[in-house]
């Protein structure tokens, strides 16, 4: 089944509107990383989060760790039509084998100018 | 920069047929992994290896095997193609600790007739 659930599956938003992407896991995680696939192409690494309640911005997106490591946010601020793609958690889920993540299934973005 | 180089972009093969899809990454990276994904199913992990003739089962390995002789080179074989095949494919690579990106190749779109 899956590991690290993803929410939503897909959101629309006008251009300059906020937009969020959560991510659970039943168990703990030892990382989070958070991937950008563009229409047509592959996922591209965004960041990687590793200390309970951890906090870092990547200019208009801000990304969060919760303090119990279960979960994790996305957050991006006053969308632009560059921000269309889907966005992918992936975590190490603890005690898994070395290297091993295990992917949310992305949210899809859409902005509307 | 790091690669991740798939053989093929496109791939059209009949039902039946033994289809090799090959990938090879210049990092010198010790884990390599298959993923499959479709529309609203996110990305299916089939195989990863994380060490050369090491390899794991992910969580859609039915109908696939693979093979990594060498390091810098991990190969996706379906043993007799299923049109319930026809997806994207996606290598990706990365170094063999913990806190490590992955890195993916471009994709190869399999279309199973």
């Known amino acids: 089944g899956q590991q690290v659930m993803q929410i939503p599956q897909y959101q629309h938003v006008q251009e300059g509107e906020d937009f969020t992407t959560y991510c659970n896991s039943s168990?703990?995680?030892?990382?989070i990383q958070w991937y950008k696939q563009r229409p047509g192409g592959h996922p591209v690494f965004l960041i990687q989060?590793?200390?309970?309640?951890e906090v870092k911005k990547q200019k208009r997106l801000t990304f969060q760790f919760g303090e119990a490591k279960k979960n994790s946010s996305l957050h991006i601020t006053a969308t632009q039509t560059t921000d269309v793609g889907t966005y992918f958690c992936?975590?190490?889920?603890?005690?898994?084998?070395?290297?091993?993540?295990?992917f949310g299934r992305g949210t899809q973005l859409t902005v509307w100018p | 920069d790091v690669k991740v180089t798939q053989s093929s972009r496109y791939l059209v093969k009949r039902t039946g047929e033994k289809v090799f899809l090959e990938c090879v990454q210049d990092?010198?990276?010790?884990?390599m992994f298959w993923y499959r994904q479709d529309p609203g199913l996110g990305l299916r992990l089939i195989y990863f290896?994380?060490?050369?003739?090491?390899?794991e089962k992910g969580d859609i390995p039915e109908g696939y095997s693979v093979s990594r002789e060498k390091k810098e080179r991990f190969s996706l074989i379906l043993e007799s193609a299923s049109t319930n095949q026809t997806s994207m494919y996606l290598c990706?690579?990365?170094?063999?600790?913990?806190?490590?990106?992955?890195?993916f190749g471009q994709g190869t779109r399999l279309t199973v007739v």
């Open positions: 290896s994380y060490d050369v003739k090491m390899k």
């Open positions: 992936a975590g190490r889920i603890r005690g898994s084998t070395l290297g091993r993540l295990y």
């Open positions: 989060l590793v200390k309970s309640g």
């Open positions: 990092m010198d990276h010790e884990n």
């Open positions: 990706a690579s990365s170094l063999g600790h913990t806190n490590t990106e992955a890195f």
């Open positions: 168990t703990t995680l030892s990382n």
